[in-house]
């Protein structure tokens, strides 16, 4: 039998010809960098987009080159630049307003209904999309089967999707800005996860992110609550609680918790405004988990906030849906004490 | 973006930037894990990563680790004090602490010493988080003799209420990887150093 071929443990230079490692990208000799082919490519791509008016595509292309640029590099330092300066005209629009997209241009013409028309069919697209990898889909069916077996098939199935609702609110936000996300994983009991590929650039790139998931999340629960009107049916009632509980948990400003991304981009005055709407929602509800959620506010508000300038779209978001959320876990459930 | 070119990497008038102290490299450069070191640092990064860790490191570890469990252990009962809740991912939370706690007491170092530290010290702090409730259960009739038996009936505890809700043993999972994850050893891919010749003249 033949042995395999030896893995190669070093490259050659296409330029120069000098021995290189096989994961470098500049040669050590003559500087020539590895994938200036694939560079030029996505710098055509982005300019493209900018032409087009494409924010989220300029910068998925810029993100990507610079995985394949040396950190120390002036390309690096440019692009990485621009992909801040991109984000910026996403995450605060007045400061620097972006080209019209395809998008939002194609809603002007249609008007409000229009753009609500557009909105569902691209989030129902992005949805279903998320069903179709493997992973999630199979670990989103383990997650169902141990639900069910304590709460049944029909809710079991109501909760899991409102968690794949959050996550896809997660990986919405991350399409927005360029950055390639793994498709949500179910870990029963846990929750679901999605990861994103590439690193954000701005703090507040973070908290429209993690902020993404609860946002959609509510919107699940909302939806619930609109079917509980309508129907009476108890069902609805106790998903909706369900839902708005996992969307406020989330909110804790801790570990990896959507909160905890959102406060990064708070400074200190607005995470003692977003701590005191969590007292004033809890006087109102006695939702315990508020408590929580309030006593982690205040720890992060007496903590040094590096980003000074704040963030108040990101603290008004917070806020609305400390608000929201809080209301629905306070809506009785028929049938529970 | 139009200046941009993509043939050569440019590293301006003042070269590269070192990874560590953030001042140009003068001549040779280290690459470590894919980014650039001076000399200095680089000799300093092998002086903290190189050697057995001695007693003291591993004391220091310890001693962390027990404090970092112990908030743990009480973080369970105080949140479910406040709010009513028996939060099965703290168990996330504790193996975070402590994984951080012993990396820390150790400088830095991980390895499977202390991956086995951080791991057996989160599953005991996981384990004795029941105590609070199990001493207001009881009659408090607890003496010096008890000490053995309370403490193997806790440390049973989590593998018992893992096999009736497999929720609490995924979490319990997680969190001992994470303490696991957060002490595993540092690998470093050291090159160099490395000399840069000016770019050919085009």
Request: contains cysteine; charged residues 15%.
């Amino acid at each position: 039998m033949t042995p395999p071929p030896p893995v190669p443990t070093t490259a050659r230079c296409p330029q120069c010809g000098a021995a290189i490692e096989p994961t470098a990208l500049s040669c050590d000799a003559c500087q020539a960098l590895v994938h200036a082919d694939r560079l030029k490519a996505l710098a055509a791509t982005a300019r493209a987009a900018e032409t087009a008016g494409d924010v989220s595509a300029q910068l998925e292309a810029w993100r990507v080159a610079l995985t394949l640029l040396p950190p120390g590099s002036s390309q690096y330092r440019s692009i990485h630049e621009r992909v801040v300066s991109l984000s910026r005209s996403l995450t605060n629009p007045s400061a620097a307003p972006p080209a019209t997209s395809a998008g939002s241009r194609a809603a002007t013409w249609t008007g409000a209904i229009g753009t609500a028309v557009l909105f569902l069919v691209t989030k129902g697209k992005l949805l279903l999309l998320g069903l179709s990898k493997g992973s999630t889909f199979f670990s989103m069916l383990a997650a169902l089967g141990v639900y069910w077996t304590l709460w049944g098939w029909k809710f079991a199935l109501g909760f899991v999707l409102s968690i794949y609702i959050h996550e896809m609110g997660h990986v919405a936000a991350l399409r927005r800005f360029g950055v390639a996300a793994t498709a949500p994983m179910f870990i029963p009991g846990f929750g679901a996860f999605i990861r994103g590929k590439q690193p954000l650039a701005t703090v507040q790139e973070e908290a429209r992110v993690g902020l993404g998931g609860p946002i959609w999340g509510l919107a699940a629960a909302v939806g619930c609550f609109l079917i509980y009107v309508t129907t009476k049916q108890p069902f609805w009632a106790a998903l909706t609680h369900a839902g708005a509980m996992i969307n406020l948990f989330n909110l804790m400003p801790i570990w990896q918790l959507d909160g905890d991304h959102a406060f990064k981009a708070l400074n200190r005055t607005e995470r003692w405004i977003a701590a005191a709407v969590i007292g004033v929602m809890f006087a109102f509800t006695t939702e315990g988990l508020l408590i929580l959620v309030g006593i982690l506010a205040v720890v992060q508000a007496f903590r040094d906030a590096p980003n000074v300038e704040g963030d108040r779209t990101a603290l008004i978001q917070f806020a609305g849906l400390v608000i929201t959320l809080a209301l629905l876990m306070k809506m009785p459930v028929p049938g529970t004490p | 973006m139009d200046e941009l070119q993509f043939d050569r990497a440019e590293f301006g008038t003042a070269g590269r930037i070192c990874t560590g102290c953030q001042q140009p490299i003068a001549g040779d450069y280290y690459d470590i894990n894919g980014t650039p070191f001076c000399a200095a640092c680089t000799s300093a990064i092998r002086q903290a990563h190189g050697g057995t860790p001695g007693g003291a490191d591993f004391a220091r570890a310890l001693g962390a680790g027990v404090g970092a469990g112990a908030v743990g252990s009480a973080l369970y009962y105080v949140i479910e004090r406040i709010s009513g809740y028996r939060l099965s991912i703290l168990a996330i939370a504790v193996g975070f602490l402590v994984g951080r706690a012993v990396r820390w007491g150790a400088g830095g170092r991980g390895g499977l010493l202390y991956q086995v530290l951080a791991v057996v010290l989160t599953y005991v702090a996981i384990a004795f988080s029941w105590l609070p409730i199990v001493l207001e259960k009881s009659d408090g009739s607890f003496g010096v003799g008890d000490l053995v038996p309370l403490s193997a009936f806790l440390l049973a505890l989590p593998i018992r209420i893992g096999l009736e809700s497999p929720f609490a043993l995924v979490v319990i999972g997680i969190g001992l990887w994470e303490a696991w994850k957060f002490t595993a050893p540092v690998s470093l891919a050291i090159r160099g150093p490395i000399t840069t010749m000016p770019p050919a003249a085009p």
